[in-house]
């Protein structure tokens, strides 16, 4: 009972550590370690429930809001891409990734340690525009049906609204996103039956420990600035990237 509990502490906090420092990557820190205790599936559903309650703190603790004209759209393509892609979990296979995800996975991570080139260094913004666009938009949709359907939603969104944003920014409009589709997803699961007694109890044991990540992993994205930041999420897309390339070729 003891190991259990400090492999579920130790896994939930580091997961949501990195969530809050990198807007992204709890879940595919979380899924894999939770599915050694749990069936993947069941992994999916807990990750999903942590999700909403640390989207809604990151939300409480960034105090600058984000115009509605801007995410409205977006969160609509992202949550019903979710929602289908959740749909299909009760039927997709377990081994979902391919070696195709792993290299485009790696090499976003390339891109990001070397400072997201692009020409200009001012086409990186600070601040987010009052109006999205349709690429935004379909990367949204996308996005949202690879979470709802494998659990792994960050890839597709770090590479499109990394081109764009500086890591404020780009922490807005993520956390945006994953909040109403981490309610919707759950809802889901919860509608075709994936929701059970211990996946709640799992979710109950947890929370604690996604509090303190956060929170802790909070403070430290205040800290970093953008080359380390850079540095953090190319080094993590990079080691994310090896599971899948492993998991390909095996």
């Known amino acids: 009972m003891t190991s259990f509990v400090l492999a579920t502490a130790a896994a939930t906090f580091t997961a949501y550590f990195v969530n809050a420092l990198t807007a992204f990557g709890g879940n595919i820190i979380f899924i894999p ?34 115009p509605r004209s801007y995410w409205f759209i977006p969160v609509i393509c992202f949550t019903s891409g979710t929602v289908l892609g959740a749909l299909t979990l009760k039927t997709s296979p377990e081994d979902s990734f391919t070696l195709l995800l792993g290299i485009v996975i790696a090499t976003l991570g390339v891109w990001f340690l070397m400072g997201r080139p692009m020409g200009k260094r001012a086409d990186i913004r600070d601040e987010i525009p009052e109006r999205s666009t349709p690429a935004d938009w379909a990367v949204s949709a996308f996005s949202g049906f690879c979470g709802g359907s494998v659990g792994i939603n960050g890839p597709p969104l770090v590479w499109h609204f990394g081109r764009i944003f500086a ?77 899948f390339i492993f998991v390909g070729i095996a």
Do not use: H
């Open 167 to 243: 890591k404020e920014a780009f922490r807005k409009v993520l956390v945006l996103l994953f909040l109403p589709a981490a309610f919707l997803q759950f809802a889901t699961y919860s509608a075709v039956g994936l929701v059970d007694s211990k996946t709640i109890l799992f979710i109950l044991v947890c929370l604690p420990f996604m509090w303190i990540g956060t929170l802790l992993g909070n403070r430290a994205f205040f800290k970093v600035n953008l080359p380390w930041f850079n540095r953090i999420v190319g080094m993590l897309l990079i080691a994310i990237s090896t599971k």
């Open 33 to 66: 370690i939770a599915a050694l205790i749990l069936e993947p599936k069941e992994a999916v559903v807990v990750c999903a429930g942590l999700n909403m309650f640390a989207n809604i703190l990151l939300v409480k603790v960034d105090k600058k809001a984000v």
